[in-house]
T-cell receptor, first 109, second 117 residues
């Protein structure tokens, strides 16, 4: 079966660092994706990990441990505009993306 | 990044009518397109995968006769919600991937908000 878990909601303060965790159990694995989605809009791509380790891209970093079925998205120097939902997605067979339920992040001043 | 255009952005229709949603890849050829549905405060649920020139593959629990998918060219896929009912009201989003393997990024359309009254 397919199971992707991430926290439902998180809050953080402007300028701080926040880590959003994602655990997965899927029948296939072709990498792990993180997307950002603002309310009423389409998701936008943030990162892709297929090998273990940390990928850094500006204020955002993503980590993957395939043996543990675990990933996290790290957001540094939080800004108000980072308030959004963050979707963890696993690349499955046939190029599918299976999404987790998403984590709604609220950044406060 | 590549552009995927989805049309219309929103539509209101009467119960029992059909609605067609278009998804176009504007600057690349999309060998595979995906259709998702998203209810408020929930994540994207994959409805079906469509490959150009072949029948769509539907996820479990999605009625293929109700949600008709056509992927007649490498740049266009359509989703038709037939005999729509209020419970079909949702945010429908398409995504497209170019040829090149599993690690290629999927680009999303801007979504279509369907309201059935």
């Amino acid at each position: 079966g397919q199971n992707i878990d991430q926290p439902t909601e998180m809050t953080a303060t402007e300028g701080a660092i926040v880590q959003i965790n994602c655990t997965y159990q899927t029948s296939g694995f072709n990498g792990l994706f993180w997307y950002q989605q603002h309310a009423g809009e389409a998701p936008t791509f943030l990162s892709y990990n297929v090998l273990d380790g940390l990928e850094e891209k500006g204020r955002f970093s993503s980590f993957l441990s395939r043996s543990k079925g675990y990933s996290y998205l790290l957001l540094k120097e939080l800004q108000m505009k980072d308030s959004a939902s963050y979707l963890c997605a696993v690349g499955g067979g046939y190029n599918k993306l299976i999404f987790g339920a998403g984590t709604r992040l609220a950044v406060h001043p | 990044g590549a552009v995927v255009s989805q049309h219309p952005s929103w539509v209101i229709c009467k119960s029992g009518t059909s609605v067609k949603i278009e998804c176009r890849s504007l600057d690349f050829q999309a060998t595979t397109m995906f259709w998702y549905r998203q209810f408020p405060k929930q994540s994207l649920m994959l409805m079906a995968t469509s490959n150009e020139g072949s029948k769509a593959t539907y996820e479990q629990g999605v009625e293929k006769d109700k949600f008709l998918i056509n992927h007649a060219s490498l740049t266009l896929s359509t989703l038709t919600v037939t005999s729509a009912h209020p419970e079909d009201s949702s945010f429908y989003i398409c995504s497209a991937k170019a040829a090149g393997g599993a690690d290629t990024e999927a680009f999303f359309g801007q979504g279509t908000r369907l309201t059935v009254v």
